[in-house]
Structure formats: C-alpha cells, structure tokens
C-alpha cells in the first residue's frame, strides 16, 4: 500500500484570499519539509506542481544541491527525502505520470481547510486505502487552498484538519504532516 502513495503541492490552479485562481509562489521551506515528512511516511514520490518555468527551475536547483552538491554530501538524510522530489507542469501531468508507472488509473484525494460536502474522515480514508484502491495521490493546495475544479474533479475529499478552537489556519507543510501521521503513524 505505502509504495503506492503520491503528494503534489499544487501552486496552480489554487485561490486567493478572495477566492479568485491564481497560481502561487514556491517556498523553500514547504519543498524541504514536506520532502522530509514524505520520506519519514513512506510516500513514494513528492511532486511541486508550478506551470511557472523559473520557479521550476528554481526548485531543480535547490533539488539539485542537496541531492548532487554540496548539500547532499554535509546532509545525507535531506539528500535522501529531497532524491523523491519532482516538478511538474499541471496536475494533469502528474498523474499522467504516476498512471503510466503503477500501470493504471490514479485515486485523487483532495484536501484543504474549508472542505465541504460528501468527505471521508481520516479513518474511512485508512480502510479505502488498506483494501487497495491503487497508487493514491494527495494533492495539498498553498495559497488560500484548492481551486474548486481540483476538488470537483478528485475521487476523495479528505475532511479538514480541525484544531481547538475556531481558528484554522495551518500551513501546507504542518498539514500535510498531520494528514499523514493520521493516516499511517504508528500507535501505541
């Protein structure tokens, strides 16, 4: 099940503050962190989504540090988390490329904040994934979240991380640490 699992981090199609699509800015932190956080759950692949060539290119090269220069040699484990990273153009392309390597159709799950309607809950979600629906890809928005066409269009919802109070507001990378450590942290 584990080897079958994939994140994207979409920066394109997501909203703004005003609900409007946008395309948002790559952040150094998100691409290192949730590397880390992919490699420590056993994801197979952690894809950036930006059509924005120089941010593209802006991520190979710190990819490129850590995994071939100097980075990779001071830093072995970072080089480890960031060797299962990859850009790509659009979402589509992402699962045009897992599809083509696990050899058939993709499971989406989206997530956000402010999901509504039909969602499975973390545990639902577990017992889907245990009775094998396939390579399964989560697609985490920045910005203000997911355009609705990306929601619209993936298999699952996941509901949202809710914390103590009404305030809920996390960023991508502490989301997409929780998501997984509900999903497939040990317990006990």
Not at 97 to 104: F, H, N, P, W, Y
Not at 128 to 145: H, K, Y
Not at 161 to 174: D, F, Q, T
Request: hydrophobic letters at 40%; a negative charge; glycine letters at 12%.
């Amino acid at each position: 099940m584990r080897g079958q699992l994939y994140i994207a981090l979409l920066h394109h199609p997501v909203l703004d503050r005003e609900g409007r699509v946008i395309t948002s800015a790559v952040t150094n932190a998100d691409i290192h962190d949730i590397a880390r956080s992919a490699k420590t759950y056993g994801v197979k692949r952690f894809f950036i989504v930006t059509p924005i060539a120089d941010q593209a290119d802006l991520v190979r090269t710190i990819i490129g540090h850590w995994t071939c220069g100097a980075g990779g040699t001071l830093n072995p484990s970072r080089r480890e988390a960031l060797e299962a990273l990859e850009v790509a153009g659009s979402l589509e392309e992402v699962v045009e490329v897992i599809a083509r390597e696990e050899s058939g159709p993709v499971s989406t799950v989206a997530t956000g904040a402010r999901l509504d309607g039909s969602c499975v809950s973390h545990g639902q979600l577990l017992e889907i994934l245990e009775n094998g629906c396939g390579p399964t890809l989560f697609i985490f928005g920045t910005g203000w979240g997911l355009a609705g066409e990306v929601i619209e269009n993936s298999r699952y919802r996941l509901e949202p991380i809710n914390g103590a109070g009404a305030y809920n507001h996390l960023s991508v990378r502490s989301a997409v640490a929780i998501t997984l450590d509900r999903l497939f942290g040990r317990r006990g």
